[in-house]
């Protein structure tokens, strides 16, 4: 399943809300999320994570004992490390609040990496004091595949034969075209 970020906003909120209500049991709805998820405390170590967490991240996080993040390493979009106490779930636990738009790399034990969004989001009690949060991390990489690309370029061709308005059409050739671009840069 191809998630997008509006479609992952979505999903964070829904999990952050079955983590809040602890409604039956909200493990089973987290381990149906076709993404990366996890939950911390307020002090940030991990209580729960999906089986999506460990293909993600290429390790089994330890439940009580690691910390901010479920990955092995972590580095910027720009290839420098980032210590897990400065990651967007730390930060969006101390400061109380969602992050979103930005992007990291996951190391994997193995030296693998993988690119990833993450939505870290902070849960709250009925009293409005920090009670953890909530992270679901999507991978990006797959939407950067050359082939992905290919066939964004070609979904756009077919909309612009499509379409009987002059402008959408030549919108969605030029939207095409970079597809294209991009799958060649990609292929390098």
């Not at 002090?43 to 460990?54: E, L, M, Q, R, S």
């Not at 092995?72 to 101390?94: N, Q, S, V």
Request: charged share 30%; proline share 6%.
């Amino acid at each position: 399943m191809q998630i997008n970020s509006q479609t992952a906003n979505h999903l964070v909120e829904a999990a952050a809300e079955a983590v809040r209500a602890r409604a039956g049991n909200f493990h089973a709805v987290l381990d149906d999320i076709p993404a990366a998820i996890y939950v911390a405390d307020h002090d940030g170590t991990i209580t729960y994570f999906n089986k999506a967490c460990v293909d993600l991240a290429g390790r089994t996080p330890e439940i009580g004992v690691d910390k901010w993040c479920v990955t092995w390493k972590i580095f910027t979009p720009e290839g420098e490390y980032l210590p897990h106490d400065r990651c967007p779930m730390a930060i969006a636990i101390r400061e109380k609040r969602p992050i979103r738009d930005v992007e990291a790399i996951a190391e994997r034990p193995d030296g693998t990496r993988v690119r990833f969004i993450p939505h870290p989001t902070p849960l709250f009690d009925g009293d409005g004091n920090l009670s953890g949060a909530v992270n679901l991390l999507l991978e990006v990489d797959e939407q950067r595949k050359p082939e992905f690309l290919r066939k964004q370029a070609e979904r756009c061709r077919r909309l612009a034969a499509a379409v009987n308005d002059t402008d959408s059409a030549e919108t969605l050739a030029l939207m095409a075209a970079k597809y294209d671009e991009q799958s060649l840069k990609r292929e390098r």
